[in-house]
């Protein structure tokens, strides 16, 4: 396997022979999305390149936190839309995901036969969607996108300001449940190194400052869940609750805090859709559970969306997914 300084050598030459470097994540970008395709940005621009973020959710859906971080950068970075990209696309352009590999996930899946060449940078597991390219970094054991930019900004000798820093341990503090899960040895390193810009760690806690409204109604469907087999809790909304795909994830977080090996929150989401979102502390590899259902992640965190179906059958089809096979 090759190391992360070749994969970086690799990507140095690739961007310095692009006209134009586009960076995309998944849709409906949270911390760690945004943060890691900003980092990507800072390197790309160290490399001279002209850069531009795709971002293509609908404005008023932006997360809260998600939000609080394009207001504070946009003056400095290029977010454009998937219309824009399209006017400005050319022959030689380079596309780097971040925080997703699938194509399904991104804005521009109609569009990647367009790009020149396609970099991944992920920690999701790779399936049959992943984008088709020989270069990607895809290391599913480290916490989040935003710890495996970090190390690649110091391979590039990026030094991250402290915008660039809280918003990468905004990354990591998301998709670690606040530093109580998934945490590896380099994750701590890369924490120290952030936290060591002198940072308002206040100012990322700021990031994750939650509606009311909305934070009861993740208490609201936790307190529906149930236990099985003593080591799975489930909660499912009923069918008239529409829920974001945050709140679900916030609800399968929060449930972790009991005894149990995995957590699972079920609801409808704005468009009819029914979403999963999936934990665990690591015997149990909710990754491989959420790809029996179309969707991905990893051990410890995972999710699906599913159409045209009800909660209530939903429920049925993961209860009969979970067994004991999976309890490494
Ligand atoms: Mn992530």
Request: hydrophobic share 35%.
């Amino acid at each position: 396997m090759k190391s992360l300084k070749e994969f970086k050598d690799e990507i140095g030459e690739k961007i310095r022979n692009s006209g134009q470097v586009f960076i995309v994540s998944h849709n409906e970008a949270d911390l760690d999305a945004i943060a890691s395709s900003i980092a990507m940005s800072y390197i790309v621009r160290k490399l001279g390149k002209p850069v531009h973020i795709i971002l293509n959710d609908e404005p008023l859906k932006i997360e809260p936190g998600v939000k609080m971080v394009i207001d504070e950068c946009r003056k400095n970075i290029s977010l454009i839309n998937l219309e824009q990209y399209r006017r400005i696309s050319s022959d030689n352009d380079l596309l780097i995901a971040c925080d997703v590999n699938k194509r399904k996930l991104v804005c521009c899946g109609e569009d990647l036969d367009k790009f020149k060449d396609i970099i991944l940078i992920d920690h999701h597991r790779e399936n049959e969607d992943t984008i088709k390219t020989d270069t990607k970094w895809i290391q599913t054991d480290r916490s989040s996108a935003s710890e495996i930019l970090a190390d690649l900004l110091c391979l590039f000798q990026i030094k991250a300001d402290s915008f660039l820093a809280k918003y990468l341990l905004a990354g990591i503090y998301l998709d670690t449940n606040k530093l109580t899960r998934n945490i590896g040895n380099n994750t701590k390193a890369v924490i120290e190194r952030l936290k060591n810009i002198g940072i308002d760690l206040n100012h990322v806690d700021k990031y994750f400052e939650e509606d009311f409204n909305s934070a009861k109604k993740v208490y609201d469907l936790v307190s529906k869940s149930e236990f099985y087999n003593y080591t799975i809790a489930l909660c499912a909304g009923d069918e008239d609750t529409k829920y974001l795909k945050e709140e679900l994830a916030k609800a399968a977080d929060y449930l972790l805090r009991y005894k149990v090996d995995a957590s699972f929150a079920v609801g409808k989401l704005e468009d009819g859709s029914i979403a999963i979102s999936a934990r665990s502390k690591g015997d149990i590899d909710v990754g491989e559970i959420m790809g029996q259902l179309e969707g991905g992640g990893n051990m410890y965190s995972a999710a699906t969306r599913l159409q045209g179906r009800e909660i209530e059958d939903t429920v049925k089809t993961l209860k009969k997914i979970y067994k004991p096979s999976f309890q490494k």
